[in-house]
Antibody, heavy 120, light 107 residues
Framework: QVHLQESGPGLAKPSETLSLTCTVS????????WNWIRQPPGEGLEWIGY???????NYNPSLKSRVTISVDTSKNQFSLKLSSVTAADTAVYYC??????????????WGQGTLVTVSS | DIQMTQSPSSLSASVGDRVTITCRASQSISNYLNWYQQKPGKAPKLLIYTASSLQSGVPSRFSGSGSGTDFTLTISSLQPEDFATYYCQQRYSTPQTFGPGTKVDIK
C-alpha cells in the first residue's frame, strides 16, 4: 500500500521560501508522477505542479515563476519550494501520486496534508 | 486554463436518497474528468476517473457519466458516510483544474 506523508514548517514569513517534503513509502518514487496540490482554508483545490522522473517538472503557470519541485530518489522523497510567499499562499498543502503508471490522469494516493501559514 | 463549474454548490439530502452532482467544463475535455470526495480535515479521495471508471475499493453506489463538457456524479442511495464535499477535476490540459466543490449535508 502506497503511503505519502508531508513534512515541513507550519509557518513561513512573508517574502521567504516555503519548503515542504513528501516521503513516499510502499512504492518507488522512480516511476509515476508526483504532484503538489494546495487548498486555502475553506476554499477549493489548486494544482501546483508535478515531477516525473522520466520527464522532469511541470508547473501551474500561475505559480511557475515561484515554484520548484524536485525528487530525491535515495530518500524516496519529493519536495516543494515556493518562493516569495505572501498571505495568499496560506493553505493546506497536499502531496499526491499521479496515476496510472506512466501517466498523470488522476490522483490516486494523497498525503494527509499540512497547513502552512504565512505570517510575520 | 479550463474552468470547471459544479452545480449545485450545496445540497441537503437524506439517507437513501439518490443524489446527482453536475460538473461542466469551459471547453471539451473528452472524458478526462475525475471525481473526488473530501471530508472535513481529510485529503480528497479519488472516486471516479476518466468520467465513468470506478476507483478500486469505492462502493458501487457511486457512478459517473458524461463526455465533452458535461458530466455527472450520481450516488444511487446516499449513506451516512457519504456526507462530504465532492470535487470534479479535469486532466485534459495543463494546468489541471478543479471545480469549486459541492457540499452534501444531512437534511
Amino acid at each position: 500500500q502506497v503511503h505519502l506523508q508531508e513534512s515541513g514548517p507550519g509557518l513561513a514569513k512573508p517574502s521567504e521560501t516555503l519548503s515542504l517534503t513528501c516521503t513516499v513509502s510502499g512504492g518507488s518514487i522512480s516511476s509515476y508522477y508526483w504532484n503538489w496540490i494546495r487548498q486555502p482554508p475553506g476554499e477549493g483545490l489548486e494544482w501546483i505542479g508535478y515531477f516525473y522522473y522520466s520527464g522532469g517538472a511541470n508547473y501551474n503557470p500561475s505559480l511557475k515563476s515561484r515554484v520548484t519541485i524536485s525528487v530525491d530518489t535515495s530518500k524516496n522523497q519529493f519536495s516543494l519550494k515556493l518562493s516569495s510567499v505572501t498571505a495568499a499562499d496560506t493553505a493546506v498543502y497536499y502531496c499526491a501520486r499521479g496515476g496510472p503508471y506512466g501517466y498523470n490522469i488522476f490522483l490516486d494516493y494523497w498525503g494527509q496534508g499540512t497547513l502552512v501559514t504565512v505570517s510575520s | 486554463d479550463i474552468q470547471m463549474t459544479q452545480s449545485p454548490s450545496s445540497l441537503s439530502a437524506s439517507v437513501g436518497d439518490r443524489v446527482t452532482i453536475t460538473c461542466r467544463a469551459s471547453q471539451s475535455i473528452s472524458n478526462y474528468l475525475n471525481w473526488y470526495q473530501q471530508k472535513p480535515g481529510k485529503a480528497p479521495k479519488l472516486l471516479i476517473y476518466t468520467a465513468s471508471s470506478l476507483q478500486s475499493g469505492v462502493p458501487s453506489r457511486f457512478s459517473g457519466s458524461g463526455s465533452g463538457t458535461d458530466f455527472t456524479l450520481t450516488i444511487s442511495s446516499l449513506q451516512p458516510e457519504d456526507f462530504a464535499t465532492y470535487y470534479c477535476q479535469q486532466r485534459y490540459s495543463t494546468p489541471q483544474t478543479f471545480g469549486p466543490g459541492t457540499k452534501v449535508d444531512i437534511k
